[in-house]
């Protein structure tokens, strides 16, 4: 009775939202003909239908079952099924039919959360029935749930306890963004970086057999993370193992972020997409692949159990060794718990098993599946609408200007290319393959493959730009020694999203980058303070041409100094760095955007009376050694600041002066860097506090050192800065 | 008579078809205003507005019930791709009208004729009027995934069927995986 009152205030809802908003997009969300007769009576503005619509809700089946319309209407959506679920325990239970409406009130709960917070929607929407159908069967936490990437995870930490901390997800002190195992025992394994599942899934199942447990092990990983070297290193060692493992592979048909190209989604790149698209079509249904051909031709017997004989390029995953079971439709939960109980009471002697589903991203919340972004990643939205409530800013961001100005420089040098790993939005790249289609490389989630081959690359007198996540780097990082540095090829690589990058968290801050590039003899290894610095390296970047260099720039938007014309950046001086501001006494010296709260620093030092020189850096390697000197000399105290980890600039410059015998003297030199420990995801101001790079910390560090104390760092600390930080 | 002819030797399920005005002149025909309804739905209380309703008013309305007839869909009836343009729609019907109208066709087909003269005649209806169509297309693509879909259930079905067989069996000693011989270590103590 409850359930048909709920679905007359449900329709009145949709009846009224029906006269405002366009009504192609409600059409457009049902996924069953018998809504499509409602929808369609509902369009008709001449007859009195409010009522009879309401009536034909009330009475009508799909199926046998009621099915109530999704809720997306910014108020918070009743959950009656999922209101009783803090833990997986309490979905056992569950009838098939509370299964799919607790899917559909997942579904509610996270586009009305995600609207309120910002973060990943779509991925989310893509696996909630697979989320529902893993916690029905399986036991979390004995059975480990490993998620890829873990954007997709909204669901499963819902279902796992902490619904009710939902809306801190992403933000200071709240829920991790990605799955986390300091957070949840429900967490098995944490993740941020893609295509690791696989490989951590084996080891916790070998671990598991060699303590004799028979827990179950369920890996699920994407499509696009399947385009990893990695995932193949670990089927390939699975199927070597044969130890009982279950993977499922949610293919969406997306392989790089939907934000890949101006227009919309990439195609998927990479030949296996192609292969996995096969897949689906039953066409290939038995066919024996080549081994067991040959086999018959040689008049050998194959048994009906030969694993080789099934749909067409699962023998790939056959041929590893490895079971498959597929396609299956991800969003029914029907199967997709049937299938699940199956495997799950499969006798002991499987081995790894893999099931393909097929999902659609977004699926269930129309503004998403028509997006052309599919809205992967949002701030907060209007969940009635989708409209997303971006914060305007009179600047672009770094990875806008990056862009335009390497649009700039590839205009007049047609040997420019650039190559990113299935990060075309996220690199500002999208922009560049709108204007030289030819010359931008999507490699798929490969960033040892993006490396070696930018390497290739240069080799043949190209200039390739490898543009990569400093922290997605540290995946290609032995290529860069080897293959390039080694070589001494002139690979330019831009390290976006380098120092903290915020809601994200430790998975993806840049904070090493300036240390693992710096160390190696031939790179040339740059970071620019502000925008226009970043368009000037851009060129730098372009005209050294003997060697490899690097760039690296945060996430966030310029602080509005004056561009160049065109966006075309000059080359610098390579090794120079330049004072910003002249003073005496106390030197900063900064390398990288943290140069903005040197500058906010010694505004604070001038009102307590101490005249501070501010340097920027430029290069971390080569050192301007002259600029260190003088400083050195000229100056008692020296602060060397940087957002990134010890090994990195203040390391070098600590080399420099003691070999130069510069720290002999009377300067007292402090370096301050990223403290030796992760810093936890929340706003970027939060996390530079946290870390204590601050203007407000790099001005307490130089009264600190000034001797008397001029003033106690306390009232220093609580003294208002005119910019943020 | 046209609703003798709707109803006689019917291959599609256009169950209820409710014809305002059907006229056989040669001149453009009024394009008739019906509610279909789905044949599988209970009870249901679909408003019915006939002659008195105002759905004659709103013709664009009219919505095929069954997307297929017999093996052909509303565009190959009309003989044209799925993405035909609205020229192309109109070209065709106006041909086929022609070709199938009972006042030209020779009289041992007018039967034949005409049955494929109403389904030529609602194809038109459902694909001219651009909601209609949208609606009819995203039905199209369901039907097609849903066959889709019981394809790839009889597919896994087997595959899971196959290997429930092939994990009863026991490891045999021949497998020398790390797997297997843990399992077989486990199974001994």
């Not at chain 1, 009475?59 to 809720?71: A, D, E």
């Not at chain 2, 004729?113 to 001219?128: G, M, N, P, W």
């Amino acid at each position: 009775m409850a359930t048909s009152l709920l679905q007359t205030s449900f329709l009145f809802s949709l009846h009224s939202q029906l006269a405002h908003s366009s009504s192609n997009l409600l059409c457009l969300t049902s996924n069953s003909d018998h809504k499509f007769n409602r929808v369609r009576a509902a369009f008709d503005n001449h007859s009195t239908s409010e009522t009879t619509v309401k009536a034909t809700a009330q009475r009508t089946k799909i199926n046998g079952q009621f099915k109530k319309l999704p809720n997306f209407s910014g108020e918070k959506p009743s959950t009656p099924i999922l209101d009783n679920i803090y833990s997986p325990v309490h979905m056992k239970n569950l009838s098939l039919e509370e299964l799919e409406s607790l899917a559909a009130e997942l579904r509610e709960e996270i586009v009305y959360t995600v609207s309120k917070t910002g973060g990943h929607l779509s991925s989310s929407l893509g696996v909630t029935e697979l989320t529902v159908a893993l916690h029905h069967v399986f036991n979390c936490p004995d059975d480990k749930i490993i998620w890829d990437v873990g954007h997709q995870a909204y669901p499963h930490k819902i279902l796992t306890g902490r619904r009710s901390k939902m809306h801190t997800i992403r933000q200071t002190c709240g829920l991790a963004g990605f799955p986390k195992r300091d957070e949840s025992i429900h967490d098995a394994f944490g993740a941020g970086h893609s295509s690791t599942s696989i490989s951590a899934g084996l080891g916790m199942a070998v671990g598991r057999d060699m303590l004799g447990k028979n827990n179950h092990v369920i890996s699920v990983i994407g499509d696009g993370a399947m385009t990893a070297g990695m995932a193949y290193e670990a089927l390939n060692n699975a199927g070597f193992l044969n130890t009982n493992l279950i993977i499922i592979l949610n293919d969406n048909g997306q392989v790089s972020l939907p934000t890949a190209t101006v227009d919309g989604p990439a195609p998927p790149v990479g030949a296996l997409s192609k292969a996995l698209t096969r897949l689906q079509s039953s066409s290939d249904f038995v066919q024996p692949c080549q081994a067991t051909k040959s086999k018959l031709k040689n008049g050998a017997q194959i048994n009906g159990d030969s694993r080789a004989i099934s749909g067409g390029s699962a023998c790939l995953f056959e041929e590893l060794g490895i079971n498959y079971i597929g396609p299956v439709d991800g969003h029914n939960v029907e199967d997709l718990v049937f299938i699940l109980k199956q495997v799950k009471d499969l006798p002991q002697a499987t081995g790894p098993t893999l099931i393909h589903i097929i999902t659609e991203k977004g699926k269930g919340y129309a503004p998403a599946e028509i997006a052309a972004d599919k809205m992967h990643g949002v701030v907060k939205f209007d969940p009635r609408s989708g409209k997303q409530m971006k914060v305007k800013s009179k600047t672009l961001s770094y990875t806008q200007y990056f862009a335009e100005s390497l649009i700039a420089e590839a205009r007049e040098d047609d040997k420019i290319v650039a190559i990113h790993a299935a990060m075309g939005g996220g690199t500002g790249l999208n922009l560049f393959q709108k204007q030289f289609h030819e010359r931008c490389f999507d490699v798929g989630i490969a960033e040892q493959h993006a490396v070696t081959f930018a390497a290739g690359l240069a080799a043949e007198g190209l200039k390739p730009f490898c543009t990569i996540y400093s922290s997605f780097m540290q995946r290609g990082y032995d290529q860069v020694v080897h293959d390039v540095d080694l070589q001494k090829l002139p690979v330019r690589f831009a390290m976006d999203r380098a120092g903290l990058v915020g809601a994200d968290g430790p998975t993806h801050s840049g904070a090493f980058d300036t240390t693992f590039m710096a160390c190696l003899p031939n790179m040339v290894v740059m970071a620019p303070s502000d925008e226009t610095e970043l368009m000037h390296m851009v060129a730098t970047a372009a005209a050294i041409d003997d060697r490899p260099s690097c760039f690296r720039y945060p996430r966030g938007n310029g602080i509005g100094s004056v561009i160049p014309p065109n966006n075309k950046g000059v080359a610098l001086e390579i090794g120079k760095g330049r004072i910003l501001r002249e003073g005496s006494h106390v030197a900063i010296l900064g390398f990288g955007t943290i140069v903005q709260n040197c500058l906010a620093a010694a505004d604070l030092l001038k009102v307590l009376g101490i005249s501070a020189t501010v340097a920027d850096a430029r290069f971390c390697k080569p050192l301007d050694g002259e600029l260190i000197r003088e400083l050195t000399e000229e100056h008692e105290i020296l602060i060397t600041v940087e957002e990134g980890s010890i090994g990195g600039f203040s390391s070098h410059v600590s080399h420099f002066l003691a070999l130069n015998g510069l720290l002999d003297g009377k300067v007292k030199w402090r370096p301050m860097m990223l403290p030796d420990r992760y810093i936890e995801h929340g706003s970027q101001k939060d996390q530079i506090e946290q870390a204590g790079l601050s203007s407000k910390h790099i001005a307490a560090t130089v009264c600190s050192l000034l001797s008397g104390g001029h003033m106690d760092n306390l009232q220093l600390m609580s003294l208002e800065t005119n910019n943020a930080l | 008579m046209s609703h003798g002819i709707g109803s006689a030797g019917r291959k599609s399920c256009f169950h209820n078809c409710i014809t305002s005005t059907f006229s056989t002149t040669n001149s453009m025909l009024q394009p008739c205003s019906y509610v279909a309804f789905n044949s599988h739905l209970p009870k249901l209380s679909f408003p019915l507005k006939t002659q008195s309703g105002s759905f004659q008013n709103r013709p664009r309305a009219s919505v095929v019930n069954s997307l297929y007839i017999g093996t052909e869909s509303l565009y190959d009836l009309l003989g044209i791709s799925d993405s035909g343009t609205l020229t192309e729609i109109k070209q065709s019907y106006k041909q086929l009208v022609r070709k199938y109208h009972p006042d030209v066709s020779p009289p041992e087909r007018i039967e034949e004729h005409t049955k494929r003269f109403i389904q030529v005649q609602e194809a038109y209806e459902t694909l001219s009027d651009p909601i209609s169509r949208a609606l009819y297309d995203k039905q199209l693509a369901l039907s097609s995934r849903k066959e889709e879909l019981e394809e790839w259930r009889k597919q896994w079905q087997s595959q899971l069927t196959r290997l429930k067989r092939r994990s009863m069996r026991q490891d045999s000693r021949a497998n020398m995986s790390w797997g297997a011989r843990m399992r077989r270590r486990s199974n001994q103590n």
